[in-house]
Nanobody
Framework: QVQLVESGGGLVQPGGSLRLSCAAS????????MGWYRQAPGKERELVAV???????NYADSVKGRFTISRDNAWNTVSLQMNSLKPDDTAVYYC????????????WGQGTLVTVSS
């Protein structure tokens, strides 16, 4: 079983910054995708940014140039540096893990709340 532990959420003013971190533990496959999705009230969950253990990344258009995803440990950790935060970034952010092995499902963290408000 895989467990994802998130940290770094909180309250920040518009234009401010936060850094989210996630660590995976358990039966981890070294070849995987990790990253972040988010869900705001009344909206569906959406991709924010993901990065493979091989180094390639994908960002939502709404966060390009403001957010940076990194893999401090290429196989079991991921961080999201969020700069120039906007009120529309307010959401619960969920860590995401997907082993690149046939037959295995994605795993989600419990979520950490990011609130961007004056």
């Amino acid at each position: 079983q895989v467990q994802l532990v998130e940290s770094g959420g909180g309250l920040v003013q518009p234009g401010g910054s936060l850094r989210l971190s996630c660590a995976a533990s358990g039966n981890i496959f070294s070849t995987n995708v990790m990253g972040w999705y988010r869900q705001a009230p009344g909206k569906e969950r959406e991709l924010v940014a993901v990065r493979t253990s091989g180094g390639s990344a994908n960002y939502a258009d709404s966060v390009k140039g403001r957010f940076t995803i990194s893999r401090d440990n290429a196989w079991n950790t991921v961080s999201l540096q969020m700069n120039s935060l906007k009120p529309d970034d307010t959401a619960v952010y969920y860590c995401y893990y997907y082993p690149q092995v046939a037959g295995y499902r994605e795993v989600w963290g419990q979520g950490t709340l990011v609130t961007v408000s004056s």
